[in-house]
Nanobody
Framework: QVQLVESGGGLVQAGGSLRLSCAAS????????MGWFRQVPGKEREFVAG????????EYAVFVKGRFGIARDNAKNTVYLQMNSLKPEDTAVYFC???????????????WGQGTQVTVSS
């Protein structure tokens, strides 16, 4: 009963920025943890960032190193991932996820977006 629609992916040069958005359907958005994951060919999906239902608690993968920020607007049923100082190794398909447990593994999430491609050129 929850659908996630992502937008904002694209092609950007190294050092540039992108802002990903994920709009969720339903009327219980504010009850869920939200997260962002990414995946490249031949590798498992990896955690990028997560945020608590109220937005008061965030967590990040170590490779982010202050470059990315996650935020949510519960009035708009939307979660964002602001990506700055992008590197070629950030190239991946980025997925938005919603879950009752959250955390840094895919097992904590119940619903997933379709994924959006982010490509960072050197």
């Amino acid at each position: 009963q929850v659908q996630l629609v992502e937008s904002g992916g694209g092609l950007v040069q190294a050092g540039g920025s992108l802002r990903l958005s994920c709009a969720a359907s339903g009327r219980s958005f504010s009850s869920y943890d939200m997260g962002w994951f990414r995946q490249v060919p031949g590798k498992e999906r990896e955690f990028v960032a997560g945020i608590s239902p109220s937005g008061g608690v965030t967590e990040y993968a170590v490779f982010v190193k202050g470059r990315f920020g996650i935020a949510r607007d519960n009035a708009k049923n939307t979660v964002y991932l602001q990506m700055n100082s992008l590197k070629p190794e950030d190239t991946a398909v980025y997925f938005c996820a919603l879950g009752s447990r959250g955390g840094s593994t895919w097992r904590g999430y119940d619903y997933w977006g379709q994924g959006t491609q982010v490509t960072v050129s050197s």
